[in-house]
């Protein structure tokens, strides 16, 4: 994995000499991998399913505690679990089962240098929820997410600030933006001038922060799909100025997004593979 990581990031700046993103997209992925990425220093996650994202964030919160607070971690790590149950630290089982790879980290937690440097990749992690939201689970989503990228209705942006309201919680927001080429199948996303109607709406709204775009090209994969996001995002720059990223290729698109300006890349089974 770290093979994996260093190549991919020579590869970015190999192509661009200005800073890009890394978003790991973890779908499928276990606790300990992803746990592995942010000990190696990323810290952006994009998860697809909020099931499996709430159950590899409330994992990570846990190891956050723990880490936080460093006579709970001995306990642990020598399997003291009475000793802890009554500290306050309340998760059910099955996270606790879910995060029982952290002794394999003994050795290397008693090292200060590393433990420091845990706690630090630990506390900047960010965890947004990359795939098409039911209406029904934006509640939920809002209640543990740090951010969602893959806004693309009125509805949905009002339900998500009504729900982040509620959660004493701001979210950060991409807008999902639909490429021209795909306006016959049934993927997710808004129209150009959507777009800008959306981002309009957003500057209105308290508890939801607009970060920019996420674009995903057609299968075809054209050129003009890719000036067509950047343009958007340029124009989406003139109604919010914070609006900064483009979120926009994958492992077979790196090279096309980022020359069409984009800030942000999504990569999972490259970082994950053997």
């Given amino acids: ?23 790991v997209v973890s779908k499928y992925v276990s606790t300990e991998s992803l746990f592995a990425t942010i000990v190696l220093g990323n810290y952006l996650v994009g998860e697809n399913y909020v099931q499996e994202a709430k159950r590899k964030f409330t994992s990570l919160s846990l190891i956050k505690d723990l ?16 000793a802890i149950a009554t500290n306050g630290l309340s998760y059910d089982e099955e996270v606790w089962n879910d995060i029982l790879f952290l002794r394999n980290y003994k050795n290397l937690l008693q090292d200060n240098d590393f433990y420091q440097e845990l706690k630090g990749n630990l506390s900047k992690v960010k965890l947004y929820i990359i795939g098409n939201v039911q209406s029904r689970k934006l509640k939920e989503v809002c ?52 777009i800008y109607n959306l981002a309009k709406q957003l500057k209105s709204l308290d508890n939801l922060k607009l970060k920019g775009l996420m674009f995903i090209a057609s299968t075809d994969n054209k050129v003009e799909e890719y000036e067509f996001a950047q343009k958007v995002h340029q124009k989406l720059l003139e109604i ?12 077979d698109s790196l090279e096309i997004s980022l020359k069409y300006g984009s800030t942000q890349v999504r990569i999972g089974s490259a970082i994950f593979k053997e």
Avoid: H
């Fill in 67 to 82: 880490v936080a607070n460093k006579s709970l971690l001995e306990e642990f790590l020598e399997g003291n679990l009475n």
């Fill in 240 to 251: 919010e100025p914070n609006a900064t990223t483009l979120s926009m290729g994958m492992s």
């Fill in 143 to 194: 209640s543990f997410a740090d951010g969602i990228a893959s806004i693309s209705t009125e509805k949905s942006i009002l339900k998500a600030n009504t729900y982040a309201t509620d959660s004493k919680r701001k979210l950060d927001i991409l807008l999902q933006l639909k490429s021209p080429l795909v306006n016959q199948d049934n993927r997710a996303g808004a129209s150009e001038e959507e």
């Fill in 1 to 23: 994995m770290k093979r994996n990581l260093q190549e991919i990031n020579n590869t970015l700046k190999s192509l661009v000499d200005r800073k890009v993103e890394l978003m």
